[in-house]
Every structure is written in C-alpha cells, then in structure tokens.
C-alpha cells in the first residue's frame, strides 16, 4: 500500500542497493566521488542533462544559499554546489530519501557544503528571505495547492533572487496510465500546465524570465538508451516498480501529454 506521496518513494536498503551496485561495478566504495551516483540520484528527465539545465538557469554567485525543494537523495544538490560552488539545503517529505541523502553526502565528503532535512514545500522550515536563491526538480506533480508551493518559495528567497522550476508538465489531453514515477495512483498526482504554474507564481509575486520546453531531450532519454551502461540506475532508487513506471512515463512522453519543462522566474 502506497497511500501517501512518502509511502510511494520510501523503501528500504537504497544507499546499500546503490553501494553493493558500485561495488560490483569495481567502484572502491572507500573512495566514491559524487559523480558515480548520477544514474540513481538524479531523479527526473535526463538525469545529469536535467540538473545541467538547472545549474545553468540559476542566477547565483560562489559562495550564496541555494534551497533545493523536493531534493530526493541529493544528486541535483551535490551537483549544483560542486558546479556552481554554493553551499545547498534541501528539504524533502520522504524520509527514506532524506536519510540516503546524507548518508551518501557524507560518503562523498560534502556535508559541509550541503545538507538535508524533512520538511514540506508547502511549510518550508525556513524563515523568510533565508535564500539567496531556490531551485524545484521534478517535484510540483505531488502538489496539489500550486498557489500555496509558489507563495513559500517566494517566502523564504530572498527579494531579487533567482527561482528555477524544472517540473513534469501537462502539454497534452490525454489520461495519464498509472504507476508513474512520481505517484502509483492518480490521488497523488497533480500534472498541470506551464499556465497553471506561471499563475500560482504571479500570484506570489515572481516575475516570469524564461520557459524552456525539454520535449525533444525526454524524447531521446526515454527512447535512447545510454551507449554504456551506467553502474547505477533508478531501478536502484525505486526498485522492481521502476521499469513499468519509466514505460509508462515513456508512452506518455511519446504521445505529448507531457514534457519537462524548466521555468525560470525572479522573485
Ligand atoms: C521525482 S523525485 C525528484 C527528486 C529530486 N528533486 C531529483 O531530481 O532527483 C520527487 C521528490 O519530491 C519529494 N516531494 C514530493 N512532494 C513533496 C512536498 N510536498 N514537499 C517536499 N518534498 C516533496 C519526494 O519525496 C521526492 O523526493
């Protein structure tokens, strides 16, 4: 039974089901370095390209505070700060995925650049204007009350700061099959359009800068497989499910009902 956005990411053993992966691969897991994670903890379209798109939309300086809002186990985290060096704090419902996030942080030696906490990004647990900047990865199709998600981002960015949203987006009619990654049932998924989203962020004061539609990179990520193999992939994250939830994710980004898009905003 899967009966909450939580229940549906959270199992156990991910950290050791990613490490005895690696460690099969011939990784010395002594001496493993963030990057070796990229297969299993960037979870959303294009994996690394997504969290590339990302870092190059963010309007930061070295050094700033990032808030990373539905961070999963860090791999969009850790990458941002080693690229863009700015220290990063994430918060997530799940806390199997805060608890991995950690543990691998800590295996990579960055828990003094990056951390994670459980928190809600409808309640984010920080006071207003504590970032200099905020970035959403795949995170918004859990979220009902986008006005409420906006207006807590808005809440603690700073004024001026930069706001980067790369979200699963609805660009079609028809039904969504489920599982899909982001929800077994349709209860807990809340797919809407780049309209609804650039609304709630109006709403809450944003201004919109950009909207970058990915269509044609989800196309060759769900149809092109890796030329090499990664030693790591989301089946490690999620397990068994995960090969009828990318199918199903495939189909729907095949027919056009959905597609990546990254919307960048200031606040
Ligand atoms: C598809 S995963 C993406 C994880 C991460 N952003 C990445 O790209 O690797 C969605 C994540 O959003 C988290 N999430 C869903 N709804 C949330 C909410 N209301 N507040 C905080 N985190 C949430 C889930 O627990 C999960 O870790």
Redesign the pocket.
Known sequence: MTDS??QH?GNDGIVSRITSALEEAGFDTNKLESDVFAGA????IGGRKGSEFVANALNVQSGQRVL??????G??ARYLANMLSVSVEG????PE?VEAAVEITEMVGMAEQVSFQI????SIPFDENTFDASAM???GM??SDKGLLFSEIARVTKPGGSIVVYDVIRTGEDDLVFPM??SSMPKYSFVDTVDSYVNAAKNAGLELLTVDDHAEMAVSFFNNPPAETPPVNLGHLMGTRMPEMFANARNAINSGTISPILLRFAN
Do not use: K, M, R
Not at 41 to 44: G, Q
Not at 68 to 73: E, N
Not at 91 to 94: A, Q
Not at 119 to 122: C, M, P, R, V
């Open positions: 956005v939580a990411y903890d960037e979870f959303h990373d809002i539905g961070s999963g186990i791999g969009p918060i997530d419902l799940t995925f928190g809600s990004a409808t990865i795949h995170v859990n979220i990654p982001w």
